[in-house]
Structures are given as C-alpha cells and as structure tokens.
C-alpha cells in the first residue's frame, strides 16, 4: 500500500499516456477510415467529370438527338447511340428474364428439397460457374453455343413460330446463330450464380420455427416457399438480382463474342445487335479523330446513367416494399 | 578447346544482355504486322542483342502513341495524309505488304474456285445481291454448282486497317459504295454481322453456311477457308498469291503520294491482286531520343536486308527492293538527330 503510495504519481502519469496513446490511435483510425470512404466519392467523381468532360464535343455536335438516333457512321462522323442502348438493355432483359426463375428455384431446390449429399456438389457448380472468367464465356459461346443455336435450337423457332403473329417478327431468320437472344442466353447462364448464392444465403436465414409452422398447419411446399420465405426474403432476393442485372448491363467481353456487332436496331432478338460496352471495346482502339472518341465516351457515361437508374429504382422498390410492411 | 568456347558462348550472352539493357526499341501500332515484326525482332535479339517491344494496339492506337511521343515508332495500316504528316513532324514508310482476300463457306466449293470482280463484290456487301445463285456471280461462274442459299455477311467489328483497304477498293470500283459506305477503319455496315479481328471473321465464316467475309491472306490460309479468285483491273482473273500481291507492288507509283502513302487497291498490271495493301512506320523527323530512333532505324534497315523470307514464310509479302532503296534514301536526308546530323547512313 505504502509503496504504491510512493508510487503514486507516475503511475497516473503514465496511465494518462496509455490513455493519450488510445485516443490518438482511435483518432488515426476514425481519419483513415473516413479517408478511405471518401476516396470512394473523390474516384466516383473523377470518374464522372472525366466521362462528362470526354463526351462534351458528342454532345455539344448531336445535342439530345445522340440518344435517339441509330445511325453510327465513322466516315460522315454522325453518331447516335440508340442502337446500343436497345441492345443492352434488351440483352440484360433476356438474361433476368431467364436467370431469376432459374436462379430461384435452384436456391429454393437447395435450401429446402435437396438431399444433403447433394447440396454441396451443386453449390459448388453455381459457385465455380461465377468464377469462370467472361473470355471463356465468350469463346464458349461462339465455338460452342452459337453453332448449337443456329444448327438446332433457331431453325426449329423460325419455323414453328412463323404463323404466330408477333413472335413471328420476335424470331425472324436467318439463324446466324449469333446475335442479341444468343448473347441474352450467355449473360442468363453468367448472372445466374450471383443471383442464386444471394438467393441461397437469404432462405438459409428464414427461421425454421416460421416454415415448420406453416408446414404444420398444411401447407405445400410452394405455398410455403409463396407466403414464407419469399416475403421474408425479397430485399435480399431483390438484391441479388439487381448485382445480377448490374453484371449483365456491363458485360463486355462475352458479348461482344455472340452478339454480332452490328449497329441496327430489328425487330427479330436473332438478329445481329450490339451493346454499349460491346461498341466501345470493338472500336475504342481504332477511333480517329476527337468526335468519334468522344462519342464513344459519351456511349460510356449513358451507361453509368442507365446502371445509376437502375439502382435508384431497386433503392426505391426496396424502400416501397419496407414501408407496406411496416 | 570445348572450353575456350562454351566461354567465348557466354562472354557473347553477357555482351548480348548488356546491350539488351542498353537499348530496347519501342513502337506500337496496326495488328495486322504484328506477327511479322515479332519475329523480325526475335531475330534480330538474336543476332545484335538488342530488342524491340511492339505493343499490338490497333493503328489508330499506335497514331496516337505516337503523336503523343510515348514510343519511338508508330504503326499503321492506313496511311496519313501529307498535311498531318507536315504538321506533325513525321516521316512515314511502308514496311511490308500482305493481301486481303474474300473468303466464303459453300458446300462442294474449293478454294480458288469461285470467281468474283469488284462491282460483284460490293454488291454483295452492300447487300443488293441476296443469294449466291444470283445472275451476278452466275455470270462469272459458268462451271460453278451454286446454291439458291441466302448470302450471310461477315465484317469486322473492331476497327481494322484490314476493313480500311477492303473499303477503299470496293470504293474504287463501285459509286454506290463510294457515295453509301465510305472508306474507314470502321464502317457503318449497311448488312450482316461483325466479328472481332481476322480470326473472328474467319471463324465465323467458317461456321456459317453460305457466309462470305474478308480476311488477311494468312489467316485464310491457317484455317482452310475458300478463298476466292478476283478479277482484277485489266480485267484478268487472278488467284491470291504471293507472286499477285507482289506484282500490285511493283506496278504502284510509290512517289506519287506523301510519305509513301500509296493504297495498293486495284492496280494496273495483268498479274495484280486488287487487294493488296502495306502497312506503314511512321518516325519523327528530328526525335527527342535520337539513339532510340536511330536504333530503329537499323533494325528497320536489317529487315529489309535479311527479313523477306521470314516475311514469305508468314504469307507477308517483302518491299520491292527499289521502295526500299527510295525508303533508306528518305530516311537518310530526312530524319536528324539534335545537330543535323543524319540517323541513318546507307552503308550500315
């Protein structure tokens, strides 16, 4: 007691530097990492006063007509963006289309009817398939797939919808076998794992105590998958198809494999197209002269626009949904 | 004795790595020569030690390195014009030529068999003429078993020196193409699909039945494609080899455009190819690294001495010696270093 009276003084001092040293550190932690988000806002501004920047000459040269015309000519050097516009947003459409049924009943296979020995071997398949590198996805399609859908799959749509009215026009030969539906398959199959993990992860979460209730009092599997666990999950349902659909519009390398590269817009999806990334990785590198650059970069900034669309739109359902719950 | 070599061996690797370090040239440009300059270069390591890094960027891509100085050479398949040559300070010169043939996939067709001309051509790619059993192709292929088949298209997608010369010739020889098409690198196609560089249209091709596309002699070559016999100016139906390509070559007036920029589409001569194009270096004037681009400059020298038949052997076809002289002499009284002084002197 008495040496620690002795002692006294030091030890006060030396716990308010242990306390100095805490603060200081704490402080150094809080700058770094508001450092670090903030770098996020400075990068995402670069990013867009750059393309805003890069685009003006286009803009400044077609004014609105840029997003509304479909012709893109390097040689009269007139430009318009709609034939890309359409291609993405309808390739990205086909692909969710397809991929949210699928991705959902494969999630909903897994967590509630599959064996146990089976759920890991397909878990791991969905998995490797979000690994495999888009270039493989392209050469797969165009050595593999699109020779398929043009000997086979394609001859077979084009005859037997011919007498049906409008799909007549939707699938209207000749069967390239490339082209925007082969390229809306592609992006289904690659946006398939994102939304199916997601899927997976959100059912695991639905407490059994809810599901078993409502097997109790008699419900089928789909009536519980209906009324339990879907209403129970759907923001994070509706979360991985929004990372699903934000993949699928960016996509650059397996499309531009199968979709053709044709600057037209048709009415029939087995027609030749082109996306906005598909354009922009094709022509970037032989692109002369400054309006012709700048009309690609400003294909580029109509991208960020339509992805920021596009997550303000999930924001907002998400944010509708949480409020007729509550 | 063994001994005394396997040093004098290395002694020669260690004097090799240390000019290696020494000098590395830098140029970028058109994918069109890529193959050919890689192993020119390969080559040339081999024999003097010092190596060249050519980034296979496009030729558009390879004008603007250029320009903006980040690399000792540019390539490009499209020539410049003489204003921007004036203005930029920049020298240009062919380096090596190859063809540009059509390829198509018809059942019971071999290659060279079928028979097209320009006008025929541009027809076809206008997309005017729908099936190959029409009276255009029928009329220069009597013999020829055609098919009521639709016409598939095949283009590049990417922009391409390959399409640029494609272009200009069927501009040459058709109005409607000249007024509705145009010449560039990248065009607006008025039919069929675009498939991402040589190997994509000839894969396509390939694929497709009834297709028809156009690609780099090499490429036709390497996958078994049927290629097709043209009709040239003089009104001769030529087959792609090297011998028409050379022959477009000979019969071009080099000097009558700025920078040798002479397109090689529709020559005279009975014996020329009408697609033959060259491909283009382009240095400046008076450089900021003068040993960079006097280091080029001998390597550009020794693969016209001792490069034509790795150039044969890759279907490229050489510069007739007579450019190359002209060429050595423009570099000679043209391109200087800081004092005036030339770069390059013939006798190396």
């Known amino acids: 007691m008495i040496h620690a009276a002795v002692h006294d003084e030091p030890e006060v001092h030396s716990r308010m530097a242990v306390l100095g040293r805490l603060r200081a550190s704490d402080t150094v932690f809080r700058i770094l990492t508001r450092a670090a988000a903030i770098a ?23 004014g609105f007509g840029f997003l509304y015309h479909e012709q893109w000519n390097p040689v009269t050097e007139r430009f318009g963006a709609l034939a890309p516009i359409y291609g993405t947003i309808v390739t990205s459409l086909i692909a969710i289309l397809i991929a949210v049924p699928v991705g959902v009943m494969i999630a909903l296979f897994l967590t509630e009817l599959c064996p146990m020995w089976l759920r890991r071997p397909i878990g791991i398949a969905i998995e490797l398939l979000a690994g495999i590198p888009s270039i493989i996805y392209g050469i797969w399609g165009l050595f593999v797939f699109a020779p398929f859908l043009q000997q086979t799959v394609q001859p077979l749509l084009i005859d037997s919808l011919e007498p049906v009215p409008v799909l007549s026009t939707l699938f209207a030969g000749p069967p390239y076998g490339i082209g925007v539906l082969t390229a809306g398959l592609i992006l289904a199959i690659m946006v398939l794992p994102f939304i199916t993990s997601i899927s997976r992860d959100v059912f695991d979460t639905v407490p059994p105590v809810l599901k078993e209730a409502a097997y109790g009092v008699g419900c089928t599997t789909w009536e519980v998958f209906r009324h339990v666990v879907l209403p129970y999950t759907r923001v994070g349902v509706i979360g991985g198809i929004m990372l699903g659909l934000g993949r699928a519009l960016g996509e650059t390398m397996a499309v531009t494999f199968v979709i053709g590269n044709a600057h037209r817009i048709s009415g029939s999806i087995l027609a030749p197209g082109t996306t906005i990334s598909a354009t922009i990785a094709n022509e970037f590198t032989e692109a002369v002269g400054d309006l012709y650059t700048s009309s690609l970069i400003a294909l580029g900034l109509i991208l960020f626009v339509i992805t920021f669309l596009v997550l303000a739109a999930a924001r907002y359902l998400l944010a ?5 719950v509550a | 004795m063994k001994h005394i070599q396997a040093l004098a061996a290395v002694g020669l690797m260690l004097a090799g790595l240390g000019s290696a370090n020494a000098a590395e040239i830098s140029g970028a440009g058109a994918t069109f020569p890529y193959p050919i300059y890689a192993k020119w270069a390969d080559a040339y390591k081999k024999e003097t030690g010092i190596g060249m890094n050519y980034q296979s960027i496009g030729s558009g891509g390879g004008i603007k390195q250029i320009k903006a100085k980040t690399v000792t050479f540019g390539a490009s398949d499209a020539p410049l014009s003489g204003d921007d040559l004036a203005q930029t300070g920049l020298v240009q010169f062919p380096m090596v030529m190859g063809g540009i043939v059509p390829v198509v996939n018809l059942e019971g067709v071999k290659p060279g068999e079928l028979v097209l001309d320009g006008p025929t051509l541009a027809q076809i790619f206008v997309g005017d003429v729908k099936k190959w059993d029409d009276a255009a192709i029928k009329k220069l292929n009597p013999n020829v078993k055609l098919p009521s088949q639709a016409i598939a298209i095949v283009h ?15 501009a040459e020889v058709s109005p409607q193409w000249k007024t509705n098409v145009g010449v560039n690198t990248s065009l607006q196609w008025p039919a069929g699909i675009g498939a991402k560089g040589n190997e994509g249209v000839a894969n396509n091709v390939g694929n497709t039945k009834g297709a028809i596309g156009y690609v780099e002699y090499a490429y036709a070559l390497q996958n078994k494609l049927t290629y097709t016999k043209m009709v040239n100016k003089a009104g001769k139906v030529v087959a792609p080899t090297s011998e028409t390509f050379q022959a477009a070559a000979a019969n071009a007036d080099w000097k009558s455009k700025p920078g040798y920029g002479v397109i090689l589409a529709d020559q005279p001569g009975d014996k020329s190819w009408p697609m033959t194009a060259a491909t283009w270096i382009l240095v400046y004037k008076t450089p900021q690294d003068a040993a960079a681009t006097a280091e080029a400059l001998k390597f550009f020298g020794w693969a016209y001495a001792n490069g034509d038949k790795m150039a044969e052997e890759l279907h490229y076809v050489p510069m007739p010696t007579n450019v190359v002289k002209d060429v050595q002499a423009t570099w000679a009284s043209e391109i200087k270093g800081p004092e005036g002084k030339p770069l390059y002197t013939a006798s190396k």
């Open chain 1, 40 to 62: 996020v806002l400075v990068i995402l501004g670069a990013v867009i006063l750059a393309l805003v920047e890069g685009s003006l000459p286009a803009l400044r040269a077609f």
């Open chain 1, 320 to 324: 509708r949904i949480e409020r007729k």
């Open chain 2, 156 to 170: 590049r997608s990417d922009g391409s020196g390959t399409t640029y010369n494609f272009a200009y010739y069927l």
